[in-house]
Structures are given as C-alpha cells and as structure tokens.
C-alpha cells in the first residue's frame, strides 16, 4: 500500500475490534500508530499486540484537552501526524424515548468528537504530503431503522462533515473521505451470540450481496487504502463497505415473488 510507510497514524476508538483491526492495518504497512481511547484495558492489549511503533494512549474525545495530549503525545514519539481516523463512536440509542442529554452525549462523541480532533491535528497535518483523514459514517446514516434514531442521524450528519470538511482541507493538501461498514463482526456482536460467528453470517446474509457479515480487517484495507497513494485523487467520497448492503435498497438478497406461491 504505497505512501503508508513511515507514516503517522492516530486512530480513535482503537480499543474496539474494528478499531484495533485499522491499527493493525496501518501498522502492518509500515506506519506508527497511536491507539486512542477510554477503553485502557483493551486499548494497552491492541497496542502491545503489535508491538514497536504502536502506542495506547487513553483519550476521551469529548475532553479537549485529552485530545490535545493524544497530538503533543504522537508529535513526541513520532514526529507529527499524517493520518487521523474518526473512528471512536457512542451506540447510545432509544429512539424517541431518548433524553437530550442522550442527543447531546450522542453528537458529542459521534460528531463534535471528530470535528475538535480534526481541529488539534491540522496544524501538524497541513502541508504534509499524502495527509489523510478518514471518518466513520454508516450504512445507517441513509436508511431508516426501527427504533434508532441518534445512531443514524448522528452518521449522517458525519458523511455531511466530511464533504464540508474535504472542501474546507484541501487548500491544506488534507484528503477528507468516510467509509460506512455493513454489518461487521464486533464486540456487540460477538456478545449478542455468544461468540457464534456462523450465526450472525447466517441472520446478515439476505442484508447483503455476499451473504455474509464483515470482517474488521477488511474494514481497516479500507480505511489505509484511503489514506494511501492509490485513493491520490479521492476526496469528499463515502467508500461503502457493506458487502452490497446498500446496493439492495429495499429489497433482500432472497427472492420474494416465490414466498406468494407458498
């Protein structure tokens, strides 16, 4: 993956599995990485797990004076900043039965997070050649969902960030572009089954072309394609990687017409 090597990366929410498989991605070709999150447990094991050149650093994002830490700490250990990914999120949700406090909880992370790390990074990141931000949206942010409302809306308003801040950055040489996973594998997911991966395949597959959930390595490719060399003239997309979730629409990977004949 060329233009990752050398490089630095900060990654928030590295202590979830996606967030750890992104690390990881970068880490793999050649980049240093700062693992960002509240989660220490599970942020100190991703990071050991990878070893020299990956370093934990605990960060709550809705507190601006840890996220200037988390810069000042990856300006010390490696030099500046090349790469941010926004990827730290808050799965609060009730839908209309959510209090403001739950909203503003909800923005503070998902969105207000991204934008004031964005904001701490710049003056390393401007002017720094192949700098790259990745944002996480959602296949959530563009369809409706039963009973989620704060997820959804807070990703959608996430996909706008990154076209205002792709127009906003590029003066600077900042690429800005989001990726909106479909269902991958996950803490949530893993809990919810009892660790049955086959299952969850099983429940995912008529929501998506291949049938399957996602693995988080695949999403972390995505993410260090984006920053790379080869996504040079890519800035202001969404890059969905949901197995065709969002290609289906309304519809099923299951033909319907035959369920009328039953």
């Given at each position: ?6 490089k630095v990366a900060i990654v928030t ?136 409302w704060l997820y959804p809306v807070t ?12 127009m906003d950055l590029a003066p600077e ?90």
């Amino acid at each position: 993956m060329d233009g990752i090597h050398g490089k630095v990366a900060i990654v928030t929410g590295a202590s979830t599995l996606i967030g750890a498989a992104v690390a990881a991605a970068f880490h793999r070709y050649g980049a240093k990485v700062i693992l960002a999150d509240i989660d220490e447990a599970r942020g100190r094991e991703a990071a050991s797990a990878l070893g020299e050149g990956a370093t934990f650093v605990r960060t709550d994002i809705t507190k601006d004076e840890e996220i200037q830490s988390c810069v000042q700490r990856a300006i010390e250990l490696y030099g500046g900043v090349d790469f941010l990914v926004n990827l730290a999120c808050s799965y609060i949700d009730d839908g209309i039965q959510a209090s403001r406090s739950d909203w503003h909880a909800s923005y503070d992370v998902n969105v207000v997070g991204a934008v004031m790390m964005t904001k701490a990074c710049l003056p390393q990141m401007a002017g720094r050649e192949g700098a790259a931000i990745v944002n996480f949206s959602s296949i959530s942010a563009r369809v409706a969902q039963t009973g989620r409302w704060l997820y959804p809306v807070t990703k959608a308003a996430v996909a706008q960030l990154t076209r205002n801040m792709a127009m906003d950055l590029a003066p600077e040489g900042i690429r800005v572009n989001s990726v909106s996973p479909g269902w991958t594998w996950s803490r949530v997911m893993d809990e919810l089954t009892q660790g049955d991966r086959a299952k969850t395949d099983r429940v995912a597959a008529p929501f998506h072309l291949l049938r399957r959930t996602g693995d988080p390595e695949e999403v972390g490719e995505a993410v260090v394609f984006l920053c790379s060399r080869h996504a040079s003239f890519i800035t202001g997309a969404d890059l969905p990687v949901d197995g065709g979730y969002s290609a289906m629409g309304p519809e099923q990977a299951e033909a319907a017409i035959p369920r009328l004949c039953e």
